[in-house]
């Protein structure tokens, strides 16, 4: 009688059995027991299906199913569902490339190319970096100590960067990564300002080589035309015409950079042969 008590209280508080004859449970895995079962193991999504392989063949047809039905009864399911009734993969599946720079730059062969990838989902910039490739170089961003006036540009950390390394002479420096820095860069070279560049093609940073001539920079003077984010100038044409005569004398040494409308960056030498103007971005000799 006392046992008959006994039994179905120790059930209770999970002193016996779950039946009234010990059953073998399911032979786990050796490497399971223990403390790695009782924390959790490495492997948090196969930890509930690593008794039963049948159960996770289910579990990931189930997963699959969506992809194999045909589209009209993927709609017709989405409908019933009462999501909307669209298709849940991609529209086009056109030959893709990893990176943008890398589709044709001609327009209409672009057309027929995809930016596919893990850089299509997650695209870095100077401003948000991905996290896809933490390994590559990266800007320690300074932050404006009020945001209200001092926010500071890619271009004037550019310049100061620059500025501060030719200072120390430097032959290398990073700097951030935005169509305006590569820009300046490139119409740099072509004055031979600097030397050349290491990893150009980084969305968030690339290296600037600086050139020395007898022991000095090529470089004496960079500045940026806005010291922070708010104040941004528009040269017109009439201005470019005007760096072009500075102080009286025809002035090609002083170089005057700046972003046209349809996003070149160029110099003012230029500027003036197409009768352009654009958003000054920096003045360098």
């Known amino acids: 009688m006392l046992r008959r008590t006994i039994v179905p209280l120790a ?3 999970g002193a016996a059995p779950p039946n009234g004859t010990g059953q073998m449970q399911p032979a786990r895995h050796r490497l399971l027991h223990g403390k790695r079962e009782r924390q959790g193991s490495l492997f948090a999504i196969a930890n509930d299906v690593k008794y039963d392989e049948k159960r996770l063949r ?12 045909p589209p009209r009864t993927r709609l017709e399911r989405n409908k019933a569902n009462g999501g909307e009734a669209l298709p849940q993969r991609r529209l086009v599946d056109l030959p893709g490339v ?13 057309l027929f190319f995809q930016h596919k990838g893990d850089h299509a989902l997650y695209y870095g910039t100077y401003d948000n970096p991905s996290l896809q490739d933490e390994d590559r170089i ?15 540009t890619p271009v004037y950390d550019f310049c100061h960067r620059i500025r501060e390394a030719t200072e120390q002479r430097k032959r290398f420096v990073i700097v951030p990564s935005t169509v305006e820095t590569r820009g300046c860069a490139r119409v740099m070279l072509g004055h031979g300002l600097v030397a050349g560049f290491r990893d150009f093609h980084n969305d968030r940073a690339f290296a ?3 050139k020395y001539f007898q022991g000095d920079s090529t470089i004496n003077v960079i500045e940026p035309c806005a010291y922070d984010g708010k104040t941004e100038f ?23 950079i700046c972003r046209t409308a349809d996003n070149r960056v160029i110099d003012h030498i230029q500027a003036v042969k197409e009768n352009v103007g654009g958003r000054g971005l920096i003045m360098v000799h």
Do not use: C
Request: hydrophobic share 35%.
């Open 138 to 152: 990266q800007i320690e961003k300074r932050e404006p100590r009020y945001w209200t006036y001092n926010v500071f």
């Open 11 to 13: 059930k209770v508080y």
């Open 234 to 256: 528009e040269w017109s044409p009439k201005m470019m015409r005007r760096l072009m005569n500075t102080h009286g004398i025809h002035n090609r040494l002083v170089v005057y």
């Open 208 to 210: 600037v080589e600086l």
């Open 58 to 69: 289910q579990q990931l047809n189930a997963m699959l199913e969506e992809e194999r039905l």
């Open 98 to 110: 990893e990176r943008r720079r890398d589709l044709p730059a001609d327009p209409i062969t672009r």
